[in-house]
């Protein structure tokens, strides 16, 4: 059932002077609310494009272009719904939206319109969430997977181990209920092979949160090293412009310098950052802080060193800081000469001179592989933080279910509440079930106005 609510309006279009500024009204009886603002020659039809003249309080024309009215439910937000075409004037758009409020359209809050729409089933949380991704995309591939997940790609993938799960319930709930009857019966063997083929496609999806998340937001890639082994000379290769200010004094770089860039589809944050070293500087201590700081949030670590001389203390405390995280050794200056120590102690380091340009192609490939972006599917879904976060929930429930149930050490009284559980929570990914905080952190990220 299509539930109406209050009218609410918003500037659908980024804000600045351009070509075209669009409003968008959705709500209860917003065709009363605007008519008295709206001049259009002729019957008023749903769906159609008409040329208008857009008044103000003194019936004076205030700009003109094009109206298109949604009737409930065949619109974006299966409400009432009007979309404005003006001229891009901040002024008139404003002004515009001035003159509604008046009339009793509140402003809309982030994502109100896509969340009118889930509440309304014109879409579930999944689609919901993969309109913000679409918006928000920075390369092709992200709007690619953006879209699948638009089109119920991923709630087609949950719909299934939901049916299963609520089939195994329905059979064990039947046998509490009518035990005494002849009524059909599964086997723990038949629930045990079901229960496996759940588990496992919900283990296959939660394995994608990590790519997931990368084709999403980025890879957080940090350059760190003491000071002139060719951090920045490095951060300019990889970005195929001079972006770094290169010097032969140590301690050039004082804070960190920050490019995106794409290797294959995936956006990456990549972060030049200033020497490590030990120094009594107040201006380079913050800079070496700060490196710090970029080492512990980064996703991969790029460690470099001057392959042409031995390692010294320096190289060795940076070294420290990084061979926990994911990370490279980059070992650069191979132009310079190798020394055989270094090669020796970091055998698995790729050799390369950012100032020639050798060996920075094998990098890009290394870098690819250490966040196992090699080796994707195109058209594989991808989950996201949220949705592995309460799949791996509902592999916390399945799995020891499905130790118990292999040893029969189970009453069907708790197996039915297990199996609830295990399918509330794929319930809460596609919005079966959902709670007004979550509703808000979901869309509170959203653009307003979409």
Not at 249 to 268: K, W
Not at 330 to 352: A, E, H, Q, T, Y
Not at 391 to 411: A, D, F, Q, W, Y
Not at 433 to 447: G, K, P, Q, V, Y
Request: charged letters at 30%; glycine letters at 8%.
């Amino acid at each position: 059932m299509i539930k109406l609510r209050e009218p609410i309006i918003a500037i659908a279009t980024p804000y600045g002077e351009s070509a075209i500024g669009m409003l968008r009204i959705s709500g209860s009886g917003i065709l009363e609310k605007v008519k008295r603002y709206v001049s259009i020659k002729g019957e008023l039809k749903p769906r159609y494009a008409h040329f208008f003249r857009l008044l103000d309080e003194d019936g004076k024309v205030l700009d003109e272009g094009i109206f298109i009215y949604y009737k409930a439910p065949a619109s974006y937000t299966g409400e009432d719904m009007i979309e404005m075409c003006l001229h891009g004037n901040p002024l008139i758009l404003k002004r515009a939206i001035e003159i509604f409020l008046r009339e009793g359209i509140r402003l809309a809050e982030p994502g109100e319109f896509t969340k009118r729409a889930f509440l309304n089933g014109k879409m579930d949380i999944t689609q919901a969430e993969a309109v913000a991704d679409l918006i928000s995309a920075k390369t092709d591939l992200a709007r690619q997977v953006a879209l699948r997940q638009l089109s119920g790609e991923l709630s087609n993938y949950i719909a299934p181990l939901r049916e299963k799960l609520l089939d195994l319930l329905a059979y064990v709930e039947a046998d509490i209920e009518f035990s005494e009857q002849d009524i059909p019966t599964i086997t723990n063997k038949e629930m045990l092979s079901i229960l496996e083929n759940i588990r496992e496609n919900i283990e296959g999806l939660v394995s994608t949160v990590k790519m997931g998340e990368y084709i999403r937001r980025g890879i957080n890639l940090a350059i760190v090293g003491k000071p002139n082994v060719g951090k920045s000379s490095l951060f300019n290769a990889l970005l195929g412009k001079n972006r770094a200010i290169v010097t032969d004094i140590p301690g050039t770089t004082r804070d960190f310098l920050q490019e995106q860039m794409h290797m294959e589809g995936i956006p990456i944050n990549l972060v030049d950052t200033a020497g490590i070293r030990e120094t009594h500087d107040h201006v380079e201590k913050i800079g070496i802080q700060k490196s710090i700081e970029n080492i512990e949030s980064a996703d991969l670590v790029l460690f470099v060193v001057d392959c042409s001389k031995p390692l010294e203390k320096d190289d060795w405390d940076v070294y420290n800081l990084v061979k926990k995280k994911d990370h490279i050794k980059v070992l650069n200056k191979m132009d310079l000469g190798r020394d055989p120590s270094v090669i020796k102690i970091f055998s698995d380091g790729i050799c390369v001179s950012a100032k020639t340009g050798e060996g920075i192609e094998r990098l890009r490939k290394v870098m690819l592989e250490k966040v196992g972006v090699f080796g994707y599917d195109s058209m594989k879904v991808y989950v996201s933080t949220r949705h592995a976060d309460l799949l791996t929930k509902s592999l916390k429930v399945i799995r020891p279910l499905i130790n118990k149930l292999g040893r029969e050490e189970i009453s069907t009284e708790i197996l039915a509440l297990e199996l609830r559980e295990a399918l509330n929570y794929l319930d809460e990914i596609v919005g079966a079930i959902t709670t007004e905080d979550m509703l808000n952190a979901i869309f509170s990220r959203f653009c307003i106005g979409k």
